[in-house]
């Protein structure tokens, strides 16, 4: 028996952890928040480790039995959030000392494993096992609405719509709960933001008209990333990065500060990486003989996805802002080791067991 084994995908994580090394190291160059380089680079080194860990040691088997354990972790860690006082307007964090820890973020990975082991259990009891899927997920969005992270929230909705999609259990019923959903949401956007989550959402339509408020992060972004053109105006020598005009440029709108030094050519060049990935991740996804792990390996294919399209598209003015950071390369230690494990287990059943012919090795 010989294993084959899947280069591709490590290559490609490397690569994009490279890549926002560099534009991390940029973004805070001779700012007060220059230090997060060094951060950044130790959590890039222990994400490598959570990946190696999850594809190598960790049997891909055990997550199933872990679905309930995570989903009780998520909740308490999601309610404890909401007590602690950060000082903030928004609660997210819980600080742990030596690190800051989302538990939001944890909480996707759950929503993820846990619907999978759901979804993937004996038909007899469809609906009991889809209201079950629903439960878990509205917990989690409340929670993390309560926070309040809007981003985020949207993000559990969609694993949760892809997820029972891939399943293919629920087709008639969730052709219902789209109608419904289409029905619902301009209530939603109504009745159920607040005024500055709504201004977010329209921003991006009518960003003129928020120029001093929800849309200025997004025409700062576009003014670099335009600034920017084909090739770039150099490494470490934007001017919209060096002064300080795109707020939050080392973590949600980190791509304008490569779109204006490294130019249409080096924002082509980490999109095809991304596009490599998500090839990749949904390759491997067709190929999962298990029931479960073809699930499980659909909602991380979601998640990568949302996560490229939202920050791009948000700094390119062409979606609404919502927080999403950019994989691997936006600054953040919880989301970079729980993208490395996610992609720990996709690389874990992309790992077969091959059995040669004997004449073949003759």
């Known amino acids: 028996m010989k294993r084959r084994v899947e280069f591709l995908l490590p290559i490609i994580m490397v690569s994009l952890m490279i890549f926002g090394l560099v534009v991390l190291y940029s973004a ?18 222990l994400s490598c480790a959570v990946f190696v860990f999850t594809a190598y040691v960790v049997k891909k088997e055990l997550w199933k039995s872990l679905s309930f354990p995570l989903i009780i972790l ?16 928004s609660r997210r964090w ?24 759901v979804y993937s259990r004996d038909t007899k009891h469809r609906f009991g096992l889809f209201s079950l899927g629903i439960f878990f997920t509205l917990v989690f969005v409340g929670l993390i609405y309560l926070e309040p992270d809007l981003g985020t ?6 694993i949760w719509y892809f997820m029972t999609l891939i399943s293919k259990r629920y087709d008639r019923l969730m052709i219902a709960i ?46 670099a990333i335009g600034s920017g053109g084909l090739k770039g105006t150099g490494y470490l020598q934007g001017t919209m990065n060096r002064l300080g005009y795109v707020p939050a440029d080392h973590t949600d709108f980190i791509f304008s ?55 791009v598209g948000m700094n ?10 950019l994989p691997f390369v936006s600054y953040g230690g919880s989301s970079s080791m729980l993208f490395a494990l996610q992609l720990g287990i996709v690389h874990s059943y992309s790992v077969k067991e091959i059995e040669y012919d004997k004449e073949q090795r003759e």
């Open 28 to 45: 805070t160059f001779g700012e007060s928040e220059e230090y997060l380089f060094g951060r950044q680079l130790v959590w890039v080194l």
């Open 74 to 89: 998520s909740t308490v860690s999601l309610a404890a959030v909401l007590y602690l006082d950060s000082g903030e307007a």
């Open 94 to 117: 819980i600080d742990l000392g030596i690190a800051s820890f989302q538990p939001s973020e944890l909480a996707k990975f759950s929503l993820i494993i846990s619907l999978g082991n």
């Open 153 to 158: 929230t949207i993000i559990v909705l969609i």
């Open 178 to 223: 789209t109608v419904l959903i289409a029905f619902l949401a301009p209530i939603v956007f109504m009745f159920g933001l607040k005024p500055y989550q709504r201004d977010r959402l329209l921003s991006f339509l009518h960003p003129e008209e928020y120029a001093s408020g929800a849309a200025y992060n997004t025409i700062q972004a576009i003014r």
């Open 257 to 311: 500060v490569l779109g204006e030094e490294l130019g249409f050519i080096g924002a082509v060049s980490l999109l095809v990486l991304y596009l490599l990935l998500l090839w990749r991740v949904w390759s491997i996804t067709r190929k999962t003989g298990s029931e479960f792990g073809r699930i499980v390996l659909s909602g991380i294919f979601a998640v990568f996805a949302f996560h490229v399209v939202e920050n």
């Open 316 to 325: 390119l003015g062409l979606l609404p802002v919502t927080g999403i950071p």
